[in-house]
């Protein structure tokens, strides 16, 4: 590794966790002003942002979704609110540790480090995970933090293929030399944590499948089109977007999408591009407005002759979630998708990415794909 | 990487290769069989192992879970036959492409290969891919031979981490070099595919949950303790079933395995250790029956002092499985186990191992596993 990489890594570790100081300094500041509010007798509160769909707007200059300004006292002497009062000081307080610690740990180890047990009581501050995941949400509202930022990982899903470096907690890791493995993504992927290094690669292509990212992996696709190949296996989990969103804002990749022809996979790319209505606070860092959708769309149907054997019946929950989609404001203004949406119901059927390789194993690799890229043939 | 090792694995590479001719050519055989019987009028037939429990055993000797040798005739011409033996005779010709080609897909990527649809007619040869995978495990019977050797890949799980080396179609990969990542376990894990060098571990260590995996890899559990670690996340797949067994048959390594204290955890265990019921033709190249269980045990929760709000009350399905699983032949006659069984219904409770790090954060890795491994507390 090159002296000025190190360097440079250093400092973003550095940041890291000046970035930790400063969060676990809020949390303390919290927890203070609680303390001296209790001593004076006082009904003291913490302010957190409403996580409902009143609560979430489309920035159409930012062109994603993002959460509104409103709050909701969450107050200890309150029959409705103390549990959640004292379930929120709990997981602050095991939160603050973590941070010192700096130790990750998972959201189920985490549930269980709060599940607390109140002292001469039978009662748990928490009884099941449920309970406790909105509850580090909330947290992260209160002070505008990431889960990520706080030490807290969820299970992973996604897997990367390419010409790229990426130096994950020290180890240097060449994502074009991984074989049929490829880089399992981590929950976290925040700076400090996992950098990029010498990055040879033209654009980022995402796919829905597992199985689609393994054909390109083996046709070597990611080589022969200087790109980096990530999926997130269907839903991707949230240090999928934010690596995706890293690579595409910190090296200026261009952002493509491929997913199933269903309602489905054009929701998938949708959470990509704009994020999600769930997680509206975690779009700043994760969406990627730039990102176009290659298809698999209904005129490549016809274009590309797909057999009716590879057609699947649009069953009723397809349709319900058309209708559904095509009011959401991030679609509802753009012509081509909503055109998309019409020819999917005339079509009545859905076409899967897998059943591409029925038209030949390098069908996607070789002829699909590229010509797309090639014309420039995609949705924004 | 030395010369020898180079040969070494260009040799097993040569040995897969000829094994797939040789898979290949049974398929040829046996298509070439069925069409002299259909030109001579005859009824063409192929043989296939029955998967079902009553054709399955414990084969003490070696300790396995095994497939008996019932076989069931599937005949052309018998109405209630002949669209399963078409379905089998395209299945074994996509099969045999694939393993001309020398190509890997996955398992919805083979039933869209196969489904078909017959000249003429709007049949589909498979209407949906719950067909297709049996007869894919048919064909395995039918030859002998793993899904796997003939280019078939299912959606893939398991992490390892650990002072081990993999090369993976050519790529060699430090495993104990790959952050908090890890290495992806392929679905694929045959020889010549994924190859071992330079193993410096002493055993393996099998955790049940992801989350406990990155918590151990984080500590560097592996590099204090010599160890190699590896989850299936939950139930493993075939190819960490098989890559597990690998290691341990080929390098020797010791295997300890580290499950949730309820009934799910020690049948995992009973999984890697034994093989699985309905993979019974899937154990002899993926069983390890020296496999030790370390816990979490009921007597392990008095000793480490678990505190009460870490535990989860049995519920009907826990208690339903415990008497399922006592009268296994694997076992009901293993008197350390059956008193486990009866120990946990009488704690009335469960503990999953995320709990243990409510004990701290380093209790795992620092005290639990090295006390249970030094003193070799572990049933069989």
Chains 1, 2 share one sequence.
């Not at 709050?71 to 409705?80: E, H, I, L, P, Q």
């Not at 700096?102 to 180890?109: E, K, M, Y």
């Not at 490829?182 to 992927?189: A, C, E, N, Q």
């Not at 057609?311 to 349709?319: F, K, S, T, V, Y």
Request: hydrophobic share 35%.
């Amino acid at each position: 590794m090159a002296k000025q990489e190190d360097q440079e890594r250093a400092s973003q570790e550095k940041i890291r966790i000046a970035r930790s100081k400063e969060i676990a300094d809020k949390l303390v500041e919290i927890g203070n002003r609680i303390i001296r509010e209790l001593e004076k007798y006082e009904n003291p509160a913490v302010s957190i942002p409403v996580r409902s769909l009143s609560n979430v707007y489309y920035d159409e200059k930012a062109r994603l979704i993002r959460q509104g300004n409103n709050k909701s006292d969450r107050t200890y002497f309150n029959v409705a609110q103390s549990k959640s009062f004292m379930q929120t000081m709990l997981m602050a307080s095991k939160l603050r540790d973590l941070l010192e610690q700096g130790s990750t740990v998972g959201l189920r180890q985490l549930f269980y480090m709060c599940r607390g047990g109140i002292p001469g009581t039978n009662e748990n501050t928490f009884d099941e995970q449920e309970e406790s995941d909105p509850i580090v949400e909330d947290v992260e509202g209160m002070l505008d933090a990431l889960r990520e930022e706080m030490n807290v990982y969820a299970d992973r899903k996604g897997i990367l293929c390419g010409d790229l470096k990426i130096v994950d907690h020290g180890d240097e890791i060449d994502c074009s030399k991984l074989g049929s493995s490829g880089y399992g993504i981590p929950s976290i992927v925040e700076k400090g944590r996992v950098d990029f290094v010498d990055c040879k690669a033209d654009y980022i292509l995402i796919v829905e499948k597992a199985q689609t990212w393994s054909r390109l992996n083996e046709d070597k696709f990611w080589k022969k089109n200087k790109c980096l190949i990530l999926t997130g296996k269907g839903q991707p989990a949230r240090g999928d977007r934010r690596l995706a969103a890293r690579l595409h804002k910190e090296l200026d990749l261009p952002v493509y999408v491929f997913t199933d022809m269903d309602i489905w996979g054009y929701y998938i790319y949708s959470v990509y591009k704009q994020g999600s209505i769930n997680l509206a606070h975690f779009s700043e860092k994760s969406a990627m407005p730039d990102a176009k959708f290659l298809g698999f769309m209904t005129r490549d149907v016809k274009k590309y002759d797909i057999p009716k054997n590879y057609w699947i019946p649009l069953d009723n929950e397809d349709h319900k979630r058309v209708k559904e989609i095509s009011n959401y404001e991030w679609f509802k203004n753009k012509k081509e998708w909503l055109t998309e949406f019409k020819s999917l119901l005339d079509f009545k059927n859905k076409v899967e990415q897998d059943a591409l390789v029925g038209k030949g194993i390098e069908f996607m690799a070789k002829k699909y794909l590229p010509e797309k890229i090639e014309s420039k043939d995609w949705f924004d």
